[in-house]
């Protein structure tokens, strides 16, 4: 089946525009996070969300950010805004309540450049 | 604190040949999972195997296995009959299973196979 999928693929912004970013999961998995990716770093946690359940934001690192999920569909990031240290790779996972259990598959990442 | 560990930056290994990328982990938890993810030039996050803490064998995903060692709190991956097609680079991941099941990252080895 169809894998996760986010848009845009890259996203060039001038710095103290919005930004918003998307991710659609694969269908029927009802976990879905966003990491971020910095040059050379590991990843970043940002949100989680699991069903119906209040996300867990505990990883955005400003106010500038925030994130909804549409049911068990697709989830938007969006960085308002944006600084240049906001420039990354952000990646979205989704997860399946069955097996294999806690298993997370990843989109293609969208990248952003912040000017 | 919850923490992962790649002591190996840069790593290389010629075509057909076996490499060992080490992992290291340090969590309070009894019930977690252990993942290697690879990340080609695509950017695209690939899962390659997984690991349950409460399993005493080690996984193996045809050329992928691991060396689970729970006490030593240690997770390497090994790589056998090597392939050009495995340049990537490689993180390894720990889940706990609790409430928030964020994925925490090591830094990642950049593994470059020559031919």
């Known amino acids: 089946g169809a894998g996760v999928s986010q848009s845009p693929s890259n996203k060039v912004t001038e710095k103290g525009k919005d930004v918003e970013l998307r991710c659609d999961p694969i269908?029927?998995?009802?976990?879905l996070y966003w990491y971020r990716q910095r040059l050379g770093q590991g990843l970043e946690f940002l949100i989680y969300f699991q069903g119906n359940s209040a996300p867990d934001k505990s990883g955005l690192p400003s106010d500038r950010f925030s994130a909804e999920r549409t049911g068990e569909s697709v989830s938007t990031l969006t960085i308002q805004r944006t600084q240049q240290e906001d420039s990354a790779v952000y990646l979205c996972a989704s997860s399946s309540s069955g097996t294999p259990r806690y298993t997370q598959y990843f989109g293609p990442g969208t990248r952003l450049t912040v000017l | 604190a919850q923490t992962v560990t790649q002591s190996q930056p840069e790593m290389s290994v010629q075509e057909a040949e076996t490499v060992t990328l080490s992992c290291t982990y340090d969590t309070s938890e009894s019930n977690y999972y252990l993942f290697w993810y690879k990340q080609p030039p695509s950017r695209q996050m690939i899962l390659v195997i997984r690991?349950?803490?409460?399993k005493q064998q080690n996984a193996t995903e045809n050329r992928f296995s691991v060396n689970f060692q729970k006490a030593a709190k240690s997770f390497s991956l090994k790589i056998s009959d090597s392939q050009l097609g495995d340049t990537a680079m490689y993180f390894c991941?720990?889940?706990?299973?609790?409430?928030?099941?964020?994925?925490?990252w090591g830094l990642g080895t950049s593994l470059a196979v020559n031919p």
């Open positions: 991941a720990l889940l706990n299973a609790g409430n928030n099941r964020k994925l925490i």
């Open positions: 690991q349950e803490a409460y």
């Open positions: 269908s029927g998995h009802t976990a």
